[in-house]
């Protein structure tokens, strides 16, 4: 049985005090909900503060982004050393905006992913396909090669905690939710690349998350999908109750 993550991705949104007033609201309503694990990835500039209001609860808090080295001259990024000062348990890497906005390439994704999981933090890596590709019929493809680049030179034992998120990108922020059979056939794409890579045994333990437009209405559909372990939730993750909403679907 794996355990399903759901997962908040902020993107860039919220301020500290309105990380505080998130929390207030969301931890009540998510209180002794243990069936779930739940984490929430913040702007950086709010992870104190969240990681602040999440003490001593359930509740963990991730970054959405870190850079591959633990310092150096390298203006504007965040270390996983800094990360794990601040008590920040997860971290997203290779989101799709990410690679389409701040010249993220599947390179640069194993870099982070290795320094992820050198630090011990868990790695959400996300992978999907845009929609020319889906309608070129070349989705199994981009997932395999995605995967093939960010694992590469990874061993199953160095991959302990991996967490892969398949975020189809014409469903993210576009209210286009993947049916629960496309989603569910792209994470055994990603599942069997997975077995070929690591051996069968960590596959069968690997955690897939499904992101894209999931919603308070869509996620038990999803969810009930044996092959979905979580999800990646934006926009709907912002609000208390409707991110509460989700992780009681
Ligand atoms: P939306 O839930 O807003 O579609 O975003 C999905 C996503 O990109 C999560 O990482």
Partial sequence: MRKKLIAANWKMYKTPDQ??????EFLPAVSGHDRDEIVVCTPDIDLAAGIEAVKGTQVAVGAQNVHW?????????TSTTMLLALGVTHVIIGHSE?????CETDDTVNMRLKAALEAGLTPICCVGEVLEERE????DDVLRRQCVRAFHAISAKKA????????PVWAIGTGKTATPEIAAEAH???RREAAEIFGEDFAAKLR???GGSVKPENASVL?????????LVGGASLDAKSFAAIVKY
Avoid: H, P
């Avoid at 302990?160 to 975020?167: D, K, Q, R, T």
């Avoid at 969810?223 to 999800?231: R, S």
């Fill in 69 to 77: 080295k633990t310092e150096g001259a390298f203006t504007g990024e």
């Fill in 98 to 102: 990410r690679r389409q906005y701040f």
């Fill in 208 to 210: 897939i998350l499904y």
């Fill in 188 to 190: 055994m794409v990603i």
């Fill in 19 to 24: 990380t505080r007033e998130f929390f207030r």
């Fill in 136 to 139: 070129a019929g070349s989705t």
């Fill in 223 to 231: 969810m009930a999908q044996e092959e979905i372990d979580g999800a």
């Fill in 160 to 167: 302990g905690n991996l967490v892969v998120a398949y975020e």
